[in-house]
Every structure is written in structure tokens, then in C-alpha cells.
């Protein structure tokens, strides 16, 4: 099965700043990528697919990157609503795994 | 609106039975496939289980194959998870969440969750 690693685990930054998280899989994906975030005591919310595609209604300082193996979360300015984990996920086929989890907090 | 409503929840001694149910509404059901994803208190997210729009196949983590039976009703709206032989690293928060297009596509929508305990 493949295996999705995120990386940090969990990062601490100000207001304003540039966020990036990287995903990485086991195997090739194409960009059946999705990137979800979880906030505390809330449901997971779809915010990238297809690697880089933003869901509806989600922020434009979000952008997503990548194809194959490599992918990235980027967070253009962080603001203090942007405090939750997020969490890449392979899609393509089952098992459709979850990456670990970066947490995001503000400094 | 898009809804999904997870219910059957509980405490369940070690080895003992449970099952989920979810219950959807707002879309068109039958046309989407459907998972399992739970979330141990504390811990990230794991896929569990997911079931094609038709039922004519499903799908299982390892953690879990041979002891969980995802199924649907597509007359009654319901995703379901039978689950047999509980453990104790079962305990966690079950969300069902629909597809946004066909199998090959990301979660689109989740529901509130269940929380699962098992403990004697």
C-alpha cells in the first residue's frame, strides 16, 4: 500500500507569514491529492483537490502544488482562523490513506 | 443542503459487536460512493472502509478486513458499518463521508461523527 508522509508535524508561525507543509507518497499518484483541514473539536473540510484545485469557498492564500510523489500546501499569509491541522490525502484508489497531520498554530 | 448523520455509536466491551449507521440527505445517494474514516482521541485520520455507489464492491483497511462489513441501503439513504470483534485501538470517532464525484475523487462532505469505545 502506499504511504503518505507529512511533514512537519507541527509548526508555529505569525501572523502574515508564509506557511508551507509538504506531503510526500510512497509511490506515483498523479495528483489524486487532497488537502483537508481540521479544526479543534470540528469535521475535516476539503480544501485542495486534484493537488491544486481550491474547493469552492475556500480562501485564495491557500494554494496547493505537486505531481507523482511531491506535493505542497502553501498558506500565502497566515491568519489567526488558519489554526488547525491539516491533513493530505491519496484518493485514487483504496486504500485511500491519510497523511498524519501537520499542526498549525499561530506564534 | 448536503447532510450526513452518523448514529449506533457506544460503549462495547472488548470482542463485542457494533454498528454504525449514516443516514444521508440532500443529494442523490445511490449516484456517490461512500467511506468510513475515524479518528482515535487525540490522533489523525484513518480511511476505514468505502463502498461504490452500487455496493458491487467494497473496500477495507487492513486494520480492520475480516471484522467490519460496510454496506448500504440506496432505497433508505443509509451507509452502514457492521462492526464485529471490537478492540480496544477501535475506539475512536467514526465519520461517514461521500465522494464529490465518482470513486477517484476526494471527500466532499462528512458528518458530525459517532464516537465508538471499546472498554470492559
Known amino acids: 500500500d502506499i504511504q503518505m508522509t507529512q511533514s512537519p508535524s507541527s509548526l508555529s508561525a505569525s501572523v502574515g507569514d508564509k506557511v508551507t507543509i509538504t506531503c510526500r507518497a510512497s509511490?506515483?499518484?498523479?495528483?489524486?491529492l487532497a488537502w483537508y483541514q481540521q479544526k479543534s473539536g470540528k469535521v475535516p473540510e476539503l480544501l485542495i483537490y486534484?493537488?491544486?484545485t481550491l474547493q469552492s469557498g475556500v480562501p485564495s492564500r491557500f494554494s496547493g502544488s505537486g505531481s507523482g510523489t511531491d506535493f505542497t500546501l502553501t498558506i500565502s499569509s497566515l491568519q489567526p482562523e488558519d489554526v488547525a491541522t491539516y491533513y493530505c490525502q491519496k484518493y485514487n484508489s483504496a486504500p485511500r490513506t491519510f497523511g498524519g497531520g501537520t499542526k498549525v498554530e499561530i506564534k | 443542503e448536503v447532510q450526513l448523520l452518523e448514529s449506533g455509536g457506544g460503549l462495547v466491551q472488548p470482542g463485542g459487536s457494533l454498528t454504525l449507521s449514516c443516514a444521508a440527505s440532500g443529494f442523490t445517494f445511490r449516484s456517490y460512493a461512500m467511506n468510513w474514516v475515524r479518528q482515535a482521541p487525540g490522533k489523525g485520520l484513518e480511511w476505514v472502509s468505502g463502498i461504490s455507489a452500487s455496493a458491487g464492491s467494497t473496500f477495507y483497511a487492513d486494520s480492520v478486513k475480516g471484522r467490519f462489513t460496510i454496506s448500504r441501503d440506496n432505497f433508505k439513504d443509509t451507509l452502514f458499518l457492521q462492526m464485529n470483534s471490537l478492540r480496544a485501538e477501535d475506539t475512536a470517532l467514526y465519520y461517514c463521508a461521500k465522494h464529490n464525484g465518482g470513486s477517484a475523487s476526494p471527500f466532499d462532505c462528512w458528518g458530525q461523527g459517532t464516537l465508538v469505545t471499546v472498554s470492559s
Open positions: 486534484a493537488a491544486s
Open positions: 509511490q506515483d499518484i498523479s495528483n489524486y
